[in-house]
């Protein structure tokens, strides 16, 4: 498979932070990027993208930040991957099959899907339906029972004084 | 996900056209790429790709030409979009988790896999399953079973012309 852009593992950090504000709060993208150890300018660009799909909201303005523009189970990892990485399919076909001499008479024979293209699509919306089974709530349920007890202190404590 | 490169859907074709040549025939790299109206030399990168991935069997000189290294129930889709478009991960995973000051001083806490990552890659892996359950037996049965009559005539005296 080709890679994903590393946008994806920004944008699913960020959106994890975000599950952990408070009601109403929002956080600085400044904030964001120190707590990732990422630039704000590349952080900015994938905010944008999240702010596009509806998935997170932007406030304006020097109390401004991002908070999440709906509940964390209502936010799939698909929706996650799919504003960063766009929803094209992975497997590109070119109609390979309408050229050269084997090519169909049959006005019908294009009507369905080359039956490559029918199982390459297959294949991959197994992994699309896997990512749509899973949301921000099961990755915020992962750090409460993986993250270790300090490092849960100091992420709360930094959350805490970030957000407006 | 990210596109996989157009490659692929030229060497499945390709691949499945081996299928059809008669035992211990090859068929030349010019008229593989005129039966999928593709250039030679197009075709001669991702023919190279799966020879050199044990897929397929390059007969040199004027009677040359390619043929499958193995039997068609024995080569998996997998296999090929793996020789065309490598073995990688799709998602990217630059540790995020180790940097910013959530960073864990906990020596293990790295020892495994970022729960992020976890969830990315169980998905993929998936997608990854389903190609390695199919082979170049099912696309020839597809074949038999959806290509109209005239065009496996055509299709047929091509190969048989066609193979060395």
Do not use: N
């Not at 944008?11 to 993208?29: F, N, Q």
């Not at 304006?60 to 991957?81: F, H, S």
């Not at 992975?90 to 080359?114: H, L, M, N």
């Not at 197994?126 to 992420?155: F, H, N, P, V, Y």
């Amino acid at each position: 498979m080709r890679r994903l852009g590393d946008g994806v593992e920004a944008a699913l950090h960020c959106a994890l932070v975000l599950c952990w504000l408070e009601p109403g709060k929002v956080m600085p993208g400044k904030s964001l990027a120190e707590m990732h150890g990422l630039s704000e300018s590349y952080l900015l660009k994938h905010m944008r993208a999240l702010t596009e799909a509806g998935l997170v909201e932007a406030l304006p303005g020097p109390r401004g930040g991002y908070r999440l523009a709906r509940q964390p189970g209502e936010i799939t990892l698909l929706d996650i991957v799919e504003a960063i990485d766009g929803k094209e399919p992975a497997f590109t076909c070119k109609e390979i099959r309408q050229r050269g001499p084997g090519k169909s008479k049959d006005p019908c024979a294009y009507r369905t899907d080359c039956f490559i293209k029918r199982r390459m699509l297959a294949a991959e919306e197994l992994w699309r339906q896997s990512l749509r089974a899973q949301t921000l709530a099961d990755l915020a349920q992962d750090g409460d029972a993986l993250i270790d007890a300090e490092s849960k202190k100091t992420i709360a404590a930094f959350v805490r004084d970030a957000q407006r």
